[in-house]
């Protein structure tokens, strides 16, 4: 005789589990995990692996030791914090920076909170955020690294959107600035020097893409962000072509993509409707261009995820989904 | 493109590895036990004795309230006993147990296979007919079919739907009866649209259901008021709203009936049952049922006799395997787990389902990683998310309320989707469940 089993409906389930986004999302930051290593050489590697290694570990210590509860690091959100966290430093900086950030991202930002779906911050953010603010000299510093396969030549300096923030505040216009700076197709495939993540635009959109297709995100932050970013840049740089860098530019620099695609569609850190998405989006978007024109630091896009991030909780309460049924006023 | 409902859905694999077996008669049973609540509303009354002779056909409860139905025998014998009887919840129902002698049937139903598509009948006797028939709505809810026919005076039908959307995983039975009786789902349909006195009809059919779609399209040609609308697939399709939406892009408002957008949805098994109550004077005395599951040996469409214990069908389709863990009446998405597999069939199943413990383990529970799949999930604009939260916070009912948990239709989209393994539907069946009580308490206006 068979013991059967007797529980509501429905008894079957979808395909999908934490892990198995988590698992996605890590496969999409593969190709800017591929470029960083391949521009950057061995330090890039290192940084991913002590990144993801410390996470974990921070993840681990703390569910086993200090909660003694069940130990959840096999989602493989912890991991993801650490790749994240690798892709947002230089890919020269020493190790032990990132095991600075990884500690904080994932002790202070996320378990302090109640771990996995408890914190308010983007955990990845809140750890590079905290080094950008400890060790300005470190978190800003281009330092000569040597190409890994000799693919790509090596870049060293301020970033392009360092470089302009300099070179405006020492009284140079923009057109003579972007003589020397990049062309687009650079941009676009290799060559931005930035943070590990930022180095190519095609990777991170393939890993857009990979994500979308898998259903993992949908389109409307990143979407809505990088529109945000290009009509709002657009209307600068029409008013004012010399003081204010073009859209184009401000889309394809800094951590723009790998902050809209991977960070601000984070979905413990984001809303849970369209109408909060879109809304969050905006604010995301207007905050990146603003702090990049105006404010002391030449990037924005963290800045502009965490201070949004504090509106998702009110987001999620005033913007409801489209009720069944429901007239549209 | 192919019509669908406007919010929500899920895409569970289909399934339907019994779309290919051909309806069977199920063999003679020795023992009918005929269940009094095989409908909505109040159990019937019997009217047979111990003792008594009864036919195939013949009543033996009557209704007992407005949405109550007749019973008949499925079989022809004496009854043996008249008292409650578990039902595949394990709770005790008012039963006929009827043992069986030879196959005898009521001399005014016709038996014979003659498509009679002339319906000279008024609405007034269709209903009647319908009702004297113990038509119910045969696609899981069992409503009265009679009443569903004679909508209240201040409400005006349209048109007519009949769902053969079957979006449940697994099941075939109705696909098997669009294939092997377009014609008479057609006149049943007709019949209906006499009775409510509308002029349009369509028939819904899921797109992965080809042989189903070019059988009804073929047999509709002789039917110019009723179209044929293939639908994408996409579950839950037949729900009564998600398919008035698909079809003609109406949605019932929130506390509405189905009946405000002029629309009344009948299940394509029900039409062939109206069909066979008016033209033939045959009451719901069988109906086809799907034998499924990855692990029988077998695949089957039966036409079974209402009172059929399920251990009996399961027997006759090769037996319970051994590593069979859940058997469900319906399908996986909304079916109910059978507690006793003793308990005999009713009007409304549709399938019996058997699932190994690897296909219907439930995952455990881990932490809401708040990516809203449940809320894009859900066809009714719900957040299943917070609907959890505010149930496991404990009697936040007003807010609950707010939340609009009693439009839920249950349809599992939220439990099914969640990544992180939460029993999202069984949080909020609680509270709706406590939600509906305090809002039928209240004083009405």
Sequence with gaps: MNKLFVSPSPHTHGPESTQTIMRDVLIALTPAMLVSVLASGWSALVLIIAGVATCVLTEFLIQKYLIKGPVT????????????????????????????????????????????????????????????????????????????????????????????KEGLK?????SQLTADNLTFSQQFFFNVGGSAGELSALALILGFIYLLCRRVIKATIPVTILCTVFVVSGIFWLANPERFTNPVFNIFTGGLLLGSIFMATDYVTSPMTTKGQIIFAVGIGLITVFVRYFGSYPEGVSFAILIMNCTVPLLNKYCKPHRFGEVKK | MKKTFRIGGVHPHDNKISAEAAIEVFPAIETAYVSMAQHLGAPATPVVAVGDKVKVGQVIAEPSGFISAYVHSPVSGTVKSVGPRADIAGNMVPHVEITVEGDEWMEDIDRSDRIISEIPYSPEEIIEKV?????????????????????????????????????????????????????????????????????????????????????????????????????????????EKQLIDAVIRRQVPSGALPIDTGAVVQNVGTSLAVYEAVQKNKPTIDNVITVTGRCLPAQHNYK??????????????????????????????????????????????????????????????????????????????????????????????????????????????????????????????????????????????
Excluded at chain 2, 208 to 236: C, D, G, H, W
Excluded at chain 2, 333 to 359: F, S
Aim: charged share 20%; hydrophobic share 45%.
């Design chain 1, 73 to 164: 690091v096999c989602d493989l959100s912890a991991a993801v914090t650490g790749v994240l966290l690798a892709l947002n430093l230089p890919p020269n900086a020493p190790w032990w920076l990132i095991v600075i950030g990884s500690v904080v991202a994932i002790g202070v930002a996320k378990m302090t909170f109640g771990g996995l779906g408890q914190n308010i911050f983007n955990p990845a953010l809140v750890g590079r955020v905290f080094l950008l603010v400890s060790f300005p000299v470190l978190m800003t510093t281009w330092d000569d690294a040597g190409s890994m396969f000799g693919i790509v030549d090596a870049f060293s300096g301020a970033t392009p959107l360092g470089a302009v």
């Design chain 1, 170 to 174: 020492n009284g140079q216009t923009l």
């Design chain 2, 131 to 239: 009702k004297k028939a113990g038509v119910v709505g045969l696609g899981g809810a069992s409503f009265p079919t009679h009443v569903k026919l004679a909508p209240p005076k201040d409400k005006k039908a349209e048109c007519l739907i009949l769902n053969g959307t079957e979006c449940e995983p697994y099941l075939t039975s109705d696909d098997r009866i669009m294939r092997e009786r377009p014609q008479e789902i057609l006149i049943g349909g007709a019949i209906m649209m006499k009775a409510l006195g509308v002029t349009r009809g369509y028939v819904g059919i899921e797109e992965n259901k080809p042989a189903a779609i070019a059988s009804m399209t073929e047999a509709a040609k002789a039917f110019p008021q009723i179209e044929v609308v293939t639908l994408k697939k996409r579950y839950p399709q037949g729900g």
């Design chain 2, 304 to 445: 079974v006799r209402i009172g059929t214990p399920m251990s009996k069908i399961l027997e006759v389709a090769g037996g319970l395997p051994e590593n069979a863990a859940k058997v469900i009446s319906g399908g996986p998405m909304m079916g109910r787990a059978i507690a006793n597999l003793d308990a005999a069939t009713v009007k409304a199943n549709g399938a019996i389902l058997v699932l190994t413990e690897a296909e219907t383990r439930r995952r455990s529970e881990s932490a809401c990683i708040r990516c809203s799949k449940c809320a894009s999930a859900c066809p009714m604009g719900l957040e299943p998310w917070l609907l959890n939260k505010l149930s496991r916070a404990g009697g936040r009912y007003d807010e609950l309320e707010k939340e609009r948990v009693f439009d839920c239709i249950e349809c599992g989209c939220c439990s099914f989707t969640c990544p992180a393994g939460i029993p999202l539907l069984d949080m909020i069946r609680i509270s709706k469940a406590e939600v509906m009580k305090i809002m039928r308490s209240r004083p009405k206006k």
